[in-house]
């Protein structure tokens, strides 16, 4: 086998790794994200976010972005405004 032909298998393997990871990182977005829109009835790991807050945590990927899941109840002010 000469070196062009070695180089230009190796690429080949290269090319093919590459777009298997590709495909890989799409599909475990999709899982995500499909999940994060199941769960837009409030729930999320055991605790209750609802509106705006569960917008804003659901546009950050929801239980699986960066944020993970609540680790409480959302809480009222004293007052109750705001």
Do not use: F
Request: glycine fraction near 14%; charged fraction near 20%; hydrophobic fraction near 35%.
């Amino acid at each position: 086998m000469t070196h062009v032909q070695v180089t230009a298998r190796t690429r080949k393997r290269g090319k093919t790794a590459l777009s298997a990871g590709l495909l890989t990182l799409l599909a475990s977005t999709l899982v995500v994200s499909a999940s994060s829109v199941a769960q837009a009835d409030g729930d999320h790991c055991g605790h209750r976010v609802l509106g705006r807050i569960e917008q804003r945590y659901l546009s950050v990927g929801g239980p699986g972005g960066s944020r993970g899941c609540p680790l409480k109840e959302e809480l009222v002010n004293p007052d109750g405004i705001g």
